[in-house]
């Protein structure tokens, strides 16, 4: 009755993870902070692409406003002088004081190679803001544009130069303007103007070219920034839907890698209220998935105790009733043996004196008869008394070194005449000599007694016992097989409770007390099915004896 000591170790060895085997596995935590990781990705992509989209909106705010804006500006200033130029050289044949013209001409010669000097710093500045704009950060795309930027700088600073050296080649064609004007030659005057009118005309119609490539510029610059706009309000549309879902799926996953913990929770409650029915387990490869298997380990293991536990108070209130009824019918059934033997002899002594009555012959025989049958009785309640006995009051093994196949051969030479009248076989193999073990001899003889006689009642009609012996590290296997029925696997594992019995008038006792003499010597014992039919019951002692011995004889004295 010793069965709660084991239950405790199981509860131990479900709660500690010294017994389970090492095994890869995913972290809540790990899954947790991946799928964090996850939303924060989506969050960085959709604010990264932000930021893109308006460093390039950026960029092209300020390219426009410290280059373009400016550059069109002054090419617009030198075109515009240069209209008034050629307004008046064109008219300077015609003019009442050309003198006054002259002198203004002179003018706006001598002031236009500022002019123009203004519009290729502001060529080459476009080129600065461009860079300024890009901030040394810019991509391979923003790096083509930059490009792409400084070589259109530097073609519009080359065809101004060009204009500047187009306006202001050959001055002497002035000078000659002015002295056909000045000796009243109109013919040679109007020919000259029209060769300098012309050329003028062609540098006002170049500048009137670079203004429209700066406008073309601009409004391709302004068309790709709304387009570009466009685009990354979609984009950004659509990343931020993206990363809604993304949060929402990561969050439908943290709840799902967290529900079993919510199980966990409600199995926990729920034991904790009394309910300590058996639950699947949901597997799950992580810590949670570890807490609620080593629970329900834990809460089987607290079952297998609490039913033990009631088993073991159970019989020991019956163990206590039993050796108070046992108490009180061994002293009748004393007497009714001492009474029963009496009667014994009286009819023996008066069936050997012979009778000359032929009528009280018959009588006298079925006396005889009716004294065996209540002597069978009597010794059957003396056997049922007995057990009842062992079962209450268990004595402590008393442990000595014993050879276990010599204490096999005797028993079975013991109980060979006995078998071989009930038409059983009875053979014993050991495969080798083993060493001592210690154990109680009377309380082991005891054990494989009982093993034998419910071998021999599984065999009615005969059969055959093997009782084999075998040693391995130190402890000691015994099997004892018979050729009988064999025990249903439904019933096996009921089959060492008390009283519980196939046998019509069996007691349940014997098995039962076999399982506890086998347990108080630390060892184990199984019923199991032959492959060739039958039953086998293998014990197996330990070569040190019962581990659990002291305790073992603390629970049965307080039964």
């Known amino acids: ?135 040394g950060g810019a991509g391979v795309g923003q790096a083509a544009a930059s490009s792409g930027v400084r070589r259109f700088s530097e073609e519009i600073a080359a065809e101004v130069a060009a204009i500047e050296r187009l306006v202001g080649a050959s001055p002497e064609r002035f000078s000659q303007l002015f002295q056909a004007l000045a000796v009243g030659n109109r013919e040679l005057a109007e020919r000259t103007r029209d060769e300098l009118v012309k050329r003028e005309v062609e540098g006002a119609q170049r500048l009137r070219a670079i203004k429209s490539r700066v406008e073309e510029q601009m409004e391709t610059l302004t068309v790709e920034a709304r387009r570009r706009e466009e685009r990354s309000m979609h984009l950004l549309l659509g990343l931020g839907v993206l990363t809604l879902l993304v949060g929402v799926m990561m969050s439908l996953y943290a709840r799902r890698v967290l529900a079993p913990l919510t199980a966990v929770t409600e199995r926990a409650n729920a034991v904790a209220r009394g309910d300590l029915t058996p ?22 293991a607290i079952r297998r105790a609490r039913a033990e536990l009631v088993n073991a108070e159970r019989l020991a209130a019956i163990g206590k009733m039993a050796a108070h009824v046992t108490h009180e019918i061994r002293n009748p059934l004393s007497s009714i043996g001492l009474n029963l033997e009496l009667l014994e002899e009286e009819v023996a002594r008066a069936s050997a004196e012979g009778t000359p009555d032929a009528e009280l012959r018959p009588v006298m025989k079925e006396s005889a008869q009716l004294v065996t049958a209540i002597r069978a009785e009597v010794d059957r309640l003396s056997r049922i008394a007995e057990q009842y006995l062992s079962v209450a009051r268990r004595p402590r093994p008393r442990l000595v070194p014993e050879r276990v196949d010599d204490l096999v051969q005797e028993l079975v030479a013991f109980v060979r005449p006995e078998l071989d009248r009930a038409g059983v076989a009875v053979r014993v193999e050991v495969d080798e000599a083993g060493p001592e073990i210690l154990l109680d001899e009377s309380q082991l003889r005891q054990a494989l007694l009982n ?42 594992a009921s089959i060492f409770d008390p009283f519980f019995t196939t046998k019509q008038r069996g007691t349940g006792l014997g098995l039962a007390v076999t399982r506890d003499i086998i347990e108080a010597h630390g060892g184990t014992i199984s019923c199991e099915a032959r492959a060739t039919g039958g039953t086998r019951f293998r014990i197996t002692l330990p070569a040190g004896g019962a581990p659990a011995q002291g305790r073992a004889a603390e629970e049965h004295a307080a039964l």
Do not use: C
């Open 1 to 135: 009755m010793n069965a709660p000591a084991p239950a405790v170790d199981a509860v131990r060895g479900a709660a500690g993870p010294e017994g389970r085997a090492p095994h890869k596995r995913r972290t809540v935590a790990g899954r947790l902070l991946a799928s964090y990781l996850v939303v924060l990705a989506a969050f960085a992509l959709t604010v990264g692409w932000s930021v893109q989209a308006l460093r390039a909106a950026s960029r092209d705010a300020q390219l426009l406003r410290a280059g373009y804006v400016p550059l069109l500006l002054r090419i617009g200033e030198v075109l515009a002088e240069q209209n008034v130029f050629n307004a008046q050289l064109n008219h300077i044949t015609a003019a009442k004081n050309p003198g006054d013209v002259r002198e203004w001409i002179e003018t706006a010669r001598r002031t236009r190679p500022l002019a123009f000097s203004i519009v290729k710093d502001a060529a080459r500045a476009l080129a600065g803001a461009d860079e300024k704009a890009a901030g």
């Open 279 to 300: 639950k699947q387990v949901l597997a799950t490869n992580d810590e949670i998935g570890e807490l609620a298997t080593t629970f329900e380990d834990m809460v089987a």
């Open 451 to 492: 093993l034998l006689r419910n071998a021999r009642e599984a065999m009615p009609k005969g059969g055959e016992i093997v009782v084999s012996v075998s040693f391995s590290s130190g402890a000691a296997t015994i099997a004892v097989d018979d050729t009988g029925p064999g025990v249903p696997e439904e019933l096996r």
